[in-house]
């Protein structure tokens, strides 16, 4: 007869530990809630092609600086000036250009592949 009193003892503590461990906030728990990693800022100076567009759309720099053109979309795209001042050529999933803007201006440009996707360099 004691053995039913020991089960039912046992099955409480079984069931009294799951609940505890099942309503745990250990952030180590794969199926939990979880907050999302922000995004990376881009280094200065730097342009990021994702989301077929260029971010951010306007960038102003001074004399002399070198613009990174850093693909993060999963296709190829370029940075074509609208006037022919550069054209960074294929810039390639994953790849990056660089342009050096040696002369004061507003430079608008686009991708030769996406004609939606443009942008602005000011030179001060």
Known sequence: ????????TFLL???????FVG?????????????????????PNTVVLSGMAFGPASVTIAKNTTITW????GMAHTSTSDTGVWDTG???AGG?????FATAGTFTYHCTYHKSMTGTIVVQ
Do not use: W
Request: charged content about 10%; proline content about 15%; overall charge positive.
């Open 1 to 8: 007869m004691q053995k039913l009193p020991v089960l039912l």
């Open 13 to 19: 503590v079984i069931l009294t530990v799951s609940m």
């Open 23 to 43: 309503c745990s906030k250990d952030s180590s728990n794969p199926y939990g809630p979880s907050t999302p990693a922000a995004p990376t800022p881009a280094p």
């Open 70 to 73: 850093r693909n993060n979309d």
């Open 90 to 92: 294929n810039i390639s």
């Open 96 to 100: 990056s250009k660089t342009t050096t």
